[in-house]
């Protein structure tokens, strides 16, 4: 258990679902994966987000491909019961816990592993590789050397740095595919993410 595990898992993870529930979210991340998709990927028939929360990707993600199958790994008790009413599988539990049972062709984060004790990234870099069969996801704040920012008010809540950098330096398969930047002031806004899209080749 880590204090951030501890921090999502209680009253600052059950106030963050109704901060960020609503049709407009729904709207702007429809519009997000699109924008990814458009680099004319195979359809993929699995996904897996880690830190699913109560499923505003997914509920996105389905009006895109509504034949693929959704599972999300979620810490909060609330965000993962009401998860379920949207993903077909919910893993309950914090990422370093979570059993992951066989491999997706589409596994993803978004505004999640910023907010991971940095011990523990490369357990996470690791689970999200093993469970990717084709195509890996990071969707995360930017920086180019790790940093620390206050989260409303919270120290050692918030972290930022070249994640799928740091996943691509360790795992020589991953090639990236695309990558760009979604900004807050946008018609259908995001949160100032930079994602990059890698690709598992079969050989390094």
């Known amino acids: 258990m880590t204090e951030q595990a501890d921090f999502w898992r209680g009253k600052f993870g ?7 529930e609503s049709d407009l979210l729904v709207a702007s991340n429809l519009v997000f994966f699109s924008r990814i998709f ?19 990707n997914i509920r996105a993600l389905k009006l895109l491909f509504p034949q693929s199958k959704f599972t999300g790994i979620e810490i909060n008790s609330e965000a993962a019961s009401r998860l379920g009413n ?4 919910v893993i ?43 195509w890996i ?25 070249d994640f799928a950098g740091e996943m691509m330096e360790r795992f020589p398969r991953l090639k990236l595919h695309s990558y760009g930047f979604s900004y807050r002031n946008d018609n259908f806004p995001q949160d100032d993410i930079s994602w990059f899209l890698l690709k598992k080749s079969r050989t390094a």
């Open 86 to 89: 949207i993903a077909d599988d």
């Open 38 to 56: 458009e680099s004319s990927i195979e359809t993929p028939e699995s996904f897996l987000e880690l830190g699913a929360n109560v499923g505003m």
């Open 137 to 161: 996801l990071i969707a995360e704040y930017y920086n180019p050397s790790p940093m620390q920012i206050v989260y409303r008010g919270h120290a050692n809540k918030l972290f930022k740095r």
């Open 14 to 20: 059950d106030e963050y679902i109704s901060r960020n």
């Open 92 to 134: 309950h539990g914090s990422i370093e816990e979570a059993v992951i049972p066989g491999s997706y062709d589409f596994v993803f984060t978004k505004g999640v592993l910023i907010h991971l004790n940095p011990e523990s990234l490369p357990a996470a870099y690791e689970k999200i590789y093993e469970a990717s069969s084709r």
